[in-house]
C-alpha cells in the first residue's frame, strides 16, 4: 500500500518539467524539491497534530477544503498558480503559518539548498505549490473515510516515523521554534525542560512557554553555583533545543540513539577549536565522536577494518521512534563538515539496541535509526555513494544487559570508517 508521501509525490511527479521550466530550475532539482517540500509540510503536520488545538485547525481546513474530483487535474492547475514565494494569505498560508509560525522563509531556504535551487526563491515556490496539494489529498482522504480531527491525527500518527525520516535535515528545529518539540524520554516519563517544550507531562498535564524561561534561569543558577556551568556552543539553536543541550552536558538522561544514556559529557572533555581542511573550524569536545574520527582519518597507521567503530556522544531520537531530535543537529552538522573536509572517506552507520523486547522490533528499530542519520547527512550535501546503513539490534552489544547502566550503553548509533 502507498504512503501519503508516496501517493503525493506520485500526483507530483507528473508536473516537474512544467515547474522546472516555470521556476527556470533543471528537472532533477525540482523533483528534489518537490519530495523535500512534500516531507517537510507532512513532516509539521504530524508533530502539530499531536498538540489538539493544532489539529483542530489543521481539520478545519483539510475538511474545508473544496472536494475534488480528480487531484491529477487540480495538480496542473496548481503549478499556475506558482508564485515567487510562500503564499500568506488563504488556506494554504493559514496552513503554512500554523505549521511554521514565522519560520516559513526559512523552511523555503531550508528546500531551496536541500534540493539545490539556483534561484533562493524557488524552495518557498515549491511551497506554495505543496501546500495545497497537501491540502486538497488530505481533504479527499478525510471525505472518502468519513474521517474526523482524531481520525486525521491517527492517519499522520501512522506513517510517523516514515515521513519524519524523510523529513530535511534542520527541518524539525524550524517546526520546534514555532512551538513544538518531539517528546523526550527520561526514566520512563516526559519531564523537565522537554516536558515544558513539549506542553505536556507523563500525566498529560498542560505547561506554558515561559516556564522554559525560569527553566533556563534555574538551570544556569544551578550549574554556576555547583561550579559547572557549561560553555554552550553559539552553533546550538536557541529554545527547548539549546536548553536541553545545556541539560545534556550538565549530565542529564535523554533518549538517545537507542534508548536513555546517561551523557557524561564531563568525560569527554572540554570543547576545542579545529580547523578542517577546507578552513572550516569546527567546535568540539576533545574526546568526542568527532575528535576519535578526525584522528583516525588522519592517522595513516591505522588501517580501515571491521571492528573500529565510534559510537555518537550527542545523538538523541524521539522516544521508541526514529526522530532525531533538534538538539542533535550540531553533532549532525560536525559529522557533515569533517565528510566534507576529507572527501575520499566512506563511512557505515550502524544502529543497535539492549535486548529488552522482541529481537525482530529491535532490529528494525535499528534500522530505522541508523537509515534516519543516514538521510540526515545525505540531506545536508554528502553523497550517498559514500554510506551505508545497518541496523543490528541487540547484536555485538559493549555491556551486559543485565544492567541498566549496560543495556543503556548497548543503545546507540555508531560510525565505521569503510574507505580513507
Known sequence: MATLLDSLNSLATPAVAQIAQRLGETDATVSRGIQNSLASLLGALVTKAEDPSSLDRIFDLVSNRPASTNLTSDVHSMVGEIAAGAPTSGAEGTLLTTLFGGRTNAVGDLITRTAGFKNPSSGSSLLGFAAPLVLAFLGKAVRDNGLRAGGLSNLLAGERNRILAAVPSGLMDLVAAGGSVPQVEVGGAVRGVAAAATGRTQ??????????????????????????????????????????????????????????????????????????????????????????????????????????????????????????????????????????????????????????????????????????????????????????????????????????????????????????
Open 203 to 420: 500525566g498529560g498535564n498542560r505547561w506554558v512557554w515561559p516556564v522554559i524561561g525560569i527553566a533556563a534561569v534555574a538551570l544556569a543558577w544551578f550549574l554556576v553555583t555547583r561550579g559547572r556551568a557549561p560553555s554552550v556552543s553559539p552553533t546550538v539553536g536557541a529554545g527547548a533545543a539549546a536548553l536541553d543541550s545545556a541539560r545534556i552536558r550538565a549530565g542529564g538522561v535523554v533518549q538517545a540513539a537507542g534508548g536513555e544514556v546517561k551523557a557524561a559529557i564531563g568525560g569527554l572533555g572540554a570543547f576545542v577549536k579545529r580547523v578542517l581542511p577546507g578552513g572550516v573550524t569546527l567546535d568540539i569536545p576533545e574526546r568526542g565522536i568527532e575528535s576519535k574520527l578526525i584522528a583516525f582519518i588522519e592517522d595513516g597507521s591505522r588501517p580501515v577494518d571491521d571492528t573500529t567503530w565510534f559510537d555518537f556522544d550527542r545523538l538523541n531520537f524521539a522516544t521508541g521512534s526514529a526522530t532525531i531530535l533538534p538538539e542533535s543537529q550540531v553533532q549532525l552538522n560536525n559529522i557533515v563538515a569533517v565528510l566534507k573536509a576529507y572527501p575520499n572517506v566512506n563511512v557505515k552507520v550502524g544502529g543497535y539496541t539492549d535486548d529488552v523486547g522482541g529481537a525482530a522490533a529491535n532490529l528494525q528499530l535499528s534500522q530505522r535509526r541508523a537509515d534516519a542519520v543516514m538521510q540526515a547527512l545525505v540531506s545536508n550535501g554528502i553523497s550517498a555513494k559514500r554510506l551505508q546503513a545497518e541496523g543490528y539490534g541487540e547484536q555485538h552489544p559493549v555491556a551486559d544487559n543485565a544492567t541498566e547502566e549496560g543495556r543503556a550503553r548497548n543503545r546507540r548509533i555508531a560510525l565505521k570508517v569503510t574507505k580513507k
